[in-house]
């Protein structure tokens, strides 16, 4: 976590305010506590305390709110990807590949496309699979160019890609 958000301001938009993406581990960290803690007691959706616990590690403090969310929306396609984030963070790597690949299937060809792109590219490079998140990263900027998505979006996923590629590179 930052206090100071200088370093920070070309870092991609985590999803939710005080939250960045770090360029280098492609992870989300809160960058303003302040900002973050505004955001979230003024939100009315279990998804954004979800991500804020992901973010700062909290893995069964998430698992347990996202049972709890995804009993009232269980089609939730936010939660459904937090619940496998929650095994990313508890380093259950292998497992929450799976549930990306399996949320990407459900994804296809609809808006979410994209984003199942993303959350598996990330979980890929997180694993250390640096090739397979290259194809991820590679798809969802694709997609999301081919949707005129959000420019933060599109941003995202460029910085993900372009990582990944020099990660990739270093490893060759």
């Not at 993406?21 to 973050?36: K, Y």
């Not at 403090?61 to 496998?84: G, H, I, M």
Request: glycine residues 6%.
């Amino acid at each position: 976590m930052r206090g100071d958000q200088s370093g920070t301001i070309e870092w991609p938009d985590g999803g939710f305010p005080g939250i960045r993406i770090n360029p280098d581990t492609l992870l989300s960290e809160i960058v303003s506590e302040e900002t973050c803690a505004a955001a979230l007691e003024a939100s009315t959706d279990p998804a954004d305390q979800v991500l804020v616990l992901l973010v700062e590690g909290r893995a069964a403090d998430a698992a347990e709110l996202v049972a709890e969310a995804r009993y009232k929306d269980p089609e939730s396609f936010t939660l459904r990807a937090y619940e496998a984030d929650v095994l990313r963070v508890s380093h259950r790597y292998d497992r929450a590949v799976e549930l990306f690949r399996q949320l990407l299937t459900e994804a296809q060809g609809t808006a979410n496309e994209a984003l199942a792109y993303q959350y598996l590219g990330r979980m890929q490079f997180v694993a250390g699979n640096i090739a397979a998140a290259v194809e991820s990263f590679t798809r969802a900027l694709d997609l999301r160019v081919a949707q005129s998505a959000d420019a933060a979006l599109i941003y995202s996923s460029t910085v993900a890609l372009q990582r990944a590629r020099d990660v990739f590179e270093l490893a060759s």
